[in-house]
């Protein structure tokens, strides 16, 4: 998790499959809510966006990335877990390698010492507001 009080950089990858988005599932304790981002994660000091986007998809799922395009920046300020965060993401629209993950349901993996859920989903569930995608401005690019 990163130190409180600090802005966060994150690379993050859109990766689309006709109506379907690949998501990491999240869960809020506090607010005992669900919620779905790109996957990702932080951008390390001296290393490129893409390069922590590259290296983030290839350390969590073991996945490589192909016609990744910049789509833009986004910045987040929320509250997760009664705590304030702040994130600058830098965002990519991208595709994998291995046409194998677009056949998975999901996937299962573990970060740090939490295990996660990425899994395909209808991108209509976060348009009609079904389902909660973070940070929201994600919408303007699906």
């Given at each position: 998790?990163?130190?409180?009080?600090?802005?966060?950089?994150?690379?993050?990858?859109?990766?689309?499959?006709?109506?379907?988005?690949?998501?990491?599932?999240?869960?809020?304790?506090?607010?005992?809510?669900?919620?779905?981002?790109?996957?990702?994660?932080?951008?390390?000091?001296?290393?490129?966006?893409?390069?922590?986007?590259?290296?983030?998809?290839?350390e969590?799922?073991?996945?490589?990335?192909?016609?990744?395009?910049?789509?833009?920046?986004?910045?987040?300020?929320?509250?997760y877990?009664?705590?304030?965060?702040?994130?600058?993401?830098?965002?990519?629209?991208?595709?994998?390698?291995?046409?194998?993950?677009?056949?998975?349901?999901?996937?299962?993996?573990?970060?740090?010492?939490?295990?996660?859920?990425?899994?395909?989903?209808?991108?209509?569930?976060?348009?009609?507001?079904?389902?909660?995608?973070?940070?929201?401005?994600?919408?303007?690019?699906?």
């Amino acid at each position: 998790m990163h130190k409180p009080n600090e802005i966060r950089m994150l690379a993050l990858g859109l990766i689309r499959d006709g109506k379907r988005i690949f998501m990491s599932q999240g869960y809020d304790p506090h607010k005992q809510e669900t919620f779905y981002r790109a996957m990702g994660g932080g951008i390390d000091f001296g290393e490129t966006s893409l390069t922590a986007l590259q290296r983030e998809f290839q350390e969590e799922i073991q996945a490589e990335l192909t016609n990744i395009h910049y789509l833009g920046c986004i910045e987040s300020i929320f509250i997760y877990n009664c705590l304030p965060g702040h994130e600058i993401i830098q965002l990519y629209q991208c595709d994998f390698v291995d046409h194998k993950f677009y056949e998975l349901e999901k996937i299962v993996f573990t970060e740090g010492k939490r295990q996660k859920t990425a899994l395909w989903v209808d991108i209509s569930r976060f348009k009609s507001g079904e389902l909660k995608l973070v940070p929201e401005q994600f919408l303007g690019f699906l």
